[in-house]
């Protein structure tokens, strides 16, 4: 059974649909869901779903990101994860920090990468005039956003859209793609997923 742990930094949907996600036959299971903001609303949801949750606050760090990500890895591996998910993780990472969970780290990121890497992607892409956006969940890699594409989902834009019901289309496909994405990376399985 692979040990899972998932990193947020707020409401933690994402959090839910791939912790719901991992029971019965699933090969993986969450064993810890981590916050670097103490408030984050997933953690109450992380907590009633019977994980164990954890805060490494940023911010005394005030910017040393090797100590924060020293405290996050030392934090982490008292978990022994298998495989991370960044889901809603609002912190860039360092390729040190990456290194050390190389080939076994996911993100969910909402564009079609390899466009839009970064933030206010919807913004983006309906000022651009796209007719489609969607999200992608990837492997992590040292180049932000970068990594192999392990799933897809496409859904329309359109032109009366705001970037927050852009977002609100968007946010459902990620519940779906996030959990069809770890079921097979957990198996080994790094065939790409498309929906619809
Ligand atoms: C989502 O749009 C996700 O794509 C991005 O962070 C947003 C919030 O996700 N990574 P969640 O509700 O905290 O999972």
């Given at each position: 059974m692979k040990?899972?742990?998932?990193?947020?930094s707020?409401s933690?949907?994402?959090m839910v649909?791939?912790?719901q996600?991992?029971?019965?036959?699933?090969?993986?299971?969450?064993v810890?869901?981590l916050s670097n903001?103490p408030?984050?609303g997933?953690?109450?949801r992380?907590?009633?779903?019977?994980?164990?949750?954890?805060v490494?606050?940023?911010?005394?760090?005030?910017g040393?990101?090797a100590?924060f990500?020293?405290?996050?890895?030392q934090?982490?591996?008292?978990?022994q994860?298998d495989?991370?998910?960044?889901?809603?993780?609002?912190?860039?990472?360092?390729p040190?920090f990456i290194?050390?969970y190389a080939?076994?780290?996911?993100n969910?990121?909402?564009s079609?990468?390899p466009?839009?890497k970064g933030?206010?992607?919807h913004?983006?892409a309906l000022?651009a005039?796209?007719?489609?956006?969607?999200c992608?969940?990837h492997e992590?890699?040292?180049?932000l956003?970068?990594g192999?594409?392990?799933?897809?989902a496409?859904?329309p834009?359109?032109?009366?859209?705001?970037?927050?019901?852009l977002?609100?289309?968007?946010?459902p496909?990620?519940?779906?793609?996030?959990?069809?994405?770890?079921?097979?990376?957990?198996?080994?399985?790094r065939?790409p997923?498309?929906?619809?």
């Amino acid at each position: 059974m692979k040990r899972v742990a998932i990193l947020i930094s707020g409401s933690g949907s994402n959090m839910v649909s791939l912790a719901q996600s991992m029971t019965g036959d699933h090969p993986a299971r969450p064993v810890l869901v981590l916050s670097n903001v103490p408030e984050a609303g997933g953690l109450a949801r992380a907590q009633a779903l019977g994980i164990d949750t954890t805060v490494v606050d940023h911010r005394p760090y005030k910017g040393d990101r090797a100590a924060f990500e020293a405290a996050l890895i030392q934090r982490l591996d008292a978990a022994q994860p298998d495989i991370l998910c960044l889901a809603g993780f609002m912190r860039i990472l360092t390729p040190g920090f990456i290194n050390h969970y190389a080939g076994r780290m996911l993100n969910i990121h909402p564009s079609l990468l390899p466009k839009y890497k970064g933030l206010d992607t919807h913004a983006r892409a309906l000022a651009a005039g796209d007719g489609e956006a969607g999200c992608s969940v990837h492997e992590v890699t040292a180049e932000l956003d970068g990594g192999p594409i392990l799933g897809q989902a496409r859904v329309p834009a359109l032109p009366d859209d705001t970037a927050e019901t852009l977002a609100a289309r968007v946010l459902p496909f990620e519940h779906r793609l996030y959990p069809a994405v770890l079921d097979r990376f957990a198996r080994g399985d790094r065939t790409p997923v498309t929906l619809p």
